[in-house]
Each structure stands twice: as structure tokens, then as C-alpha cells.
């Protein structure tokens, strides 16, 4: 084994260290930690060796999202169309049931909310579900980055997708029921909120599911409650209907959109159902990303 002197200059004096070299062909599991030996021949010690520092949250969930939205753009088109269609269909549907009023604001505010759900709620769900069971946690959880980066990244690259949908399903609703365009500006504020309660809860279901097939289901249900329950008006649901409906997340996000379509919007209720709508989407990442770290370490 060959030695290398090291010459390291400190404190005005010279002091001489021995570093032991280990040879290129002997096995890692084989080789020895490396030693350094002290001045003067003293003993020699351990070398530690250190870790890089910890991936920050912000850089690491772009990164996600930028390796999401790449991933997920090739489907864009037909998760486009099949989101955008299916609202608009419900609409033309209830046009016939529903002629004005306040109750074709819940029907142009449910609908639009609904392309959203079809994202966060079904196909995110199938989403982690695959990745958990096919072993796609595994590459995530060797990683340098927290698993809320994970969750939120790839719920945001999803969403992401909504936007356009959305955009069409509202100003198509508008002009259909006879509606106002003016607070059209309030769906910034609607989409990305409903968009983490729903992508939460969505990503949740996924990781939490015995089976990827319960997974979809599960998925698929949450989608259809959210379809019934945010087009139709509330003053024709029974009163345990209308229970269930103030439990899905997505009811905040509509109950905003719809008090917008007001001749004069009560700003303060709409500010109070975003409020409502940003608290329930905390609550359900916080859970979704719970279940990743559970799901991973199994």
C-alpha cells in the first residue's frame, strides 16, 4: 500500500500527515476507512464522511412539477378534451331543467368546477395509485427531496391542465345561461384552491388503497359526488344531501364562483368560502403527504 505526505501549513508551523490510499482494484466492501494519522506519527482516526445539506421545499417541488408536466404533457389533449366536453354536456343537459337564476349560478359554477375534480380527484388517485404499486415510490423515496415536493408537485403539474377547461366550461356557461362575464378574474383565485383540496384528497385516496383497482374507484366516486353534488342547485337536495355536499371540498369553490354571478357579489362570503376552501386544501396535502411517507417506507 503506498503513502502520500501531505504538507499542510497552520498556525506559522509545518506539520506532516500520512493518508492511507486505497488501491483502485480492491473491493468496496473490502476496503478499509480511510485513516489519517496525526503529526508526528501520532494515532491515526476515522474520517467522517458528511452529507450533503438537505433539499429545500420551493426548489425541489419545481423540479417535480418541471418532470411532471413533461411527463403529463403527451396526454394533455385528451385530458383537455374529455374534461371540457363532459362539463359542457352537463350544462347543455341542465339547460333544458334549468332556465336562470340563482340556480343556473350553481350549474355554471358547479360545472366548471367539475373539469378540475375530473383532474385532482380521478385521475390523480390512479395516479398514485399505479406509482405506489408498481414500484414508482421506490425512485421518489431515493431522492434527496421531502415528500411534500412529491404530493404537491405532482397535484400542481395536474392541475395545471385544468386551467384552459375551466376557462371555456365558465365563459361557455355564461353565455349560455345568460350570464355576467365581468368577475370571470375570480377563477385565479377558485382554480388553484379548489384545485389543492381536491388534489389532496385525490392523492390521499391513492396512496392510501389496499389495491390499485380500489384506488380508481375510489377516485371515480369522489369525481361523480362532486359532479352531483356542485352542479346541482341546493335547494332541490334533501336535507342529508345537502349535508354531504357541505362536506366535499370542492362545494367552497363553487359557493364562491356562484356568489360572484350577483348582481352585487357579497365579497366578504366569497372571501370567506376561498378561506374555507384554502384550510380544507392544507388539511388534505398535510394528509396525502402522510400517506406518501407511509406508503414509501413499506
Known sequence: MSRAGLRHVGRGEE?????????????????????VTGPRG?????????????ARLWPSLAAVYRAQLSRARVARIPLLFVATFQSVG?????????????????VVAGASIVVVAYVAL??????????????????????????????????AAYASF????????????????????GNLWVLVAVIPLAGAALSGLGAACGLLAPRPELATLLGQLGMSAALLLGVLPPDRMPGVVRLARDLLPSTYGVEAYARTFAER??????????????????????VATWAYRRAAVR
Do not use: K
Open 15 to 35: 506539520e506532516q500527515f500520512d493518508v492511507s490510499v486505497v488501491p483502485a482494484d480492491v473491493p468496496a466492501a473490502e476496503a478499509p476507512a480511510p485513516t
Open 265 to 286: 357579489p357579497d365579497w366578504a362570503y366569497v372571501a370567506v368560502d376561498m378561506a374555507v376552501c384554502a384550510g380544507v386544501g392544507v388539511i388534505s396535502l398535510a
Open 42 to 54: 501520532g494515532a491515526g482516526r476515522t474520517a467522517a464522511a458528511e452529507l450533503g445539506p438537505r
Open 90 to 106: 352537463i350544462m347543455i343537459m341542465m339547460r333544458g331543467v334549468v332556465s336562470g337564476g340563482g340556480e343556473a349560478h350553481f
Open 162 to 181: 385544468t386551467v384552459p377547461g375551466t376557462l371555456v366550461t365558465a365563459v361557455l356557461g355564461c353565455v349560455l345561461f345568460g350570464l355576467p362575464l
Open 122 to 155: 380521478n385521475l390523480l388517485s390512479q395516479y398514485f395509485g399505479q406509482l405506489r404499486f408498481s414500484g414508482g415510490l421506490d425512485h421518489y423515496a431515493t431522492l434527496p427531496v421531502p415528500p411534500a415536493a412529491v404530493v404537491l408537485g405532482a397535484a
